[in-house]
T-cell receptor, first 115, second 117 residues
Framework: DTEVTQTPKHLVMGMTNKKSLKCEQHMGHRAMYWYKQKAKKPPELMFVYSYEKLSINESVPSRFSPECPNSSLLNLHLHALQPEDSALYLC??????????????FGSGTQLSVL | AQSVAQPEDQVNVAEGNPLTVKCTYSVSGNPYLFWYVQYPNRGLQFLLKYITGDNLVKGSYGFEAEFNKSQTSFHLKKPSALVSDSALYFCAVRDMSGSSNTGKLIFGQGTTLQVKP
């Protein structure tokens, strides 16, 4: 299994809702990532987990809350989002800790719309 | 600061012709360079990487890239383009400047490749 699986594929939520995005991989990878991508723009790193510990938080607003319950699973909890948070949210993984020569494996993303 | 630039927003090429997607970089120290491709409504897929060694790197789907240290470039090439190569291409450099060396990639702005039949 060489896939990173993200659910749901599409999500529409109001600004007062609470929702979660889920990401799963069964490749034995120990680093997992959340990226945000606007249309036709490069992905922007949000969070990195390395060996289930949060190693990078790119000054992301607290309305985004990541969670890594185990080495295969990564969640992104969403609360009180703004319309400008509408984007494609990509999960990725890499074998160890994302050091210099590791490639990332990306999921297909969750397209989020905030109304 | 580490950075990478893709000077062309879009590249148009006829099917069967060679293609080049340009990338230049600015890093302190050794560059660790990557190309990723994104098809519509999909995540990014790894194409190839340069870490060290041969300046010509071969990757997936017949793509290759030439690392040129003097010109600080890492252009993506393919000898014969296919319509199915039409996608958004990102060049990226690994950011090794922080205290943590965990996984931070700096992406270029992306280049849309349009291959016409």
């Amino acid at each position: 299994d060489t896939e990173v699986t993200q659910t749901p594929k599409h999500l529409v939520m109001g600004m007062t809702n609470k929702k979660s995005l889920k990401c799963e991989q069964h490749m034995g990878h120990r680093a997992m990532y959340w990226y945000k991508q606007k249309a036709k723009k490069p992905p922007e790193l949000m969070f990195v987990y390395s060996y289930e510990k949060l190693s990078i938080n790119e000054s992301v607003p607290s309305r985004f809350s990541p969670e890594c319950p185990n080495s295969s699973l990564l969640n992104l909890h969403l609360h009180a989002l703004q319309p400008e948070d509408s984007a494609l949210y990509l999960c990725a993984s890499s074998p160890r800790d994302g050091t210099f020569n590791e490639k990332l494996f990306f999921g297909s993303g969750t397209q989020l719309s905030v109304l | 600061a580490q950075s990478v630039a893709q000077p062309e927003d879009q590249v148009n090429v006829a099917e069967g012709n060679p293609l080049t997607v340009k990338c230049t970089y600015s890093v302190s120290g050794n560059p660790y360079l990557f190309w990723y491709v994104q098809y519509p409504n999909r995540g990014l897929q790894f194409l190839l990487k340069y870490i060290t060694g041969d300046n010509l790197v071969k990757g997936s789907y017949g793509f290759e890239a030439e690392f040129n240290k003097s010109q600080t470039s890492f252009h993506l090439k393919k000898p014969s383009a296919l319509v199915s190569d039409s996608a958004l291409y990102f060049c990226a450099v690994r950011d090794m400047s922080g205290s943590s060396n965990t996984g931070k990639l700096i992406f270029g702005q992306g280049t849309t490749l349009q291959v016409k039949p």
